[in-house]
């Protein structure tokens, strides 16, 4: 038990429930951490609440009753993630991230942990309100926005593998076609790894065609498992409608146009902020 000010009670309380999203904590957990009275705690909390909601860090929810407590919901003003959206762009615009054919090169910011942490967060407030069992991606540079997002949402993330390994045990295996270069490839996942009617959040670092997230969703109907929602980092705006897999979906780039002579590259916001 801690006996703190009340100014510094305030601050750990912050980061205890910050640390904590998407968990219900009983008020009896801060009464007993502080030796406060569950009156004090709960003047604490409409003093976080507001804060949150002023500062656009999310949503503070209290639960009346004996089983009920207060659980932070990150979220993101549409404002503030347009601004992330813009530096984003203005990043995948540097000349010198053009690749040999036309490709772009990406894994310098899929390594940055704050830039993958906002991301999350955008797609924990995308998608605010779904329930979801688990985030999926296929390896290997989607994990870190999946464990981004996973940790906005508190939520376990299961990993789909391009080649099956010894050390996953039983595991389902299906063939699926690139949408892009219409060639054929196989992706796997453990039996243990997702239970049986999950509800799963796919999210991954890009998308041209559909592909390989059309794969992954092929690969969930054989765990009876529903795709309640997809998220990708950066869309390629250059597929056709008719030819892109996937349109049910939430981008926060799109990737228009890629000039090898010129050494331009054109990006703008997602469909995210596209208007309603």
């Known amino acids: 038990m801690k006996k703190l000010k009340r100014s510094a009670r305030l601050v750990e309380m912050t980061q205890y429930l910050l640390s904590r999203p998407h968990t219900l904590i009983p008020l009896t957990t801060f009464a007993d951490r502080y030796g406060a009275a569950k009156s004090s705690i709960s003047e604490d909390l409409v003093i976080i609440k507001e804060v949150f909601e002023e500062e656009g860090i999310g949503d503070l929810l209290t639960l009346a009753g004996a089983a009920g407590g207060v659980k932070y919901i990150p979220k993101m003003p549409k404002e503030q993630a347009l601004v992330f959206a813009n530096d984003l762009c203005s990043q995948l615009q540097q000349k010198d991230r053009i690749l040999p054919g036309g490709y772009l090169y990406m894994s310098d910011l899929l390594g940055q942990p704050s830039l993958m942490n906002e991301a999350g ?28 997002t996973g940790a906005q949402l508190n939520l376990p993330v299961v990993l789909v593998r391009r080649d099956h390994q010894v050390t996953e045990g039983s595991a389902v295996s299906i063939n699926y076609v690139s949408g892009s270069h219409k060639s054929i490839h196989t992706m796997s996942l ?15 670092d890009f998308m041209k065609a559909g592909g390989t997230i059309q794969g992954m969703v092929d690969l969930l109907a054989e765990f009876d498992a529903e795709v309640a929602g997809v ?12 030819e892109r897999l996937l349109h049910d979906y939430v981008s926060l780039a799109t990737l228009t146009a890629v000039d090898p002579k010129t050494k331009e590259i054109f990006v703008s916001p997602g469909n995210y902020f596209d208007p309603s």
């Open 121 to 148: 967060k955008i797609f924990a407030t995308a998608f605010s309100g779904k329930d979801f069992d688990v985030v999926m991606t296929v390896e290997t540079k989607g994990i870190p926005l999946a464990y981004a």
């Open 190 to 204: 453990s039996r243990r790894a997702l239970k049986e009617k999950s509800r799963v959040l796919i999210v991954d």
């Open 231 to 242: 998220g990708v980092l950066v869309e390629s705006g250059a597929v056709e409608s008719e």
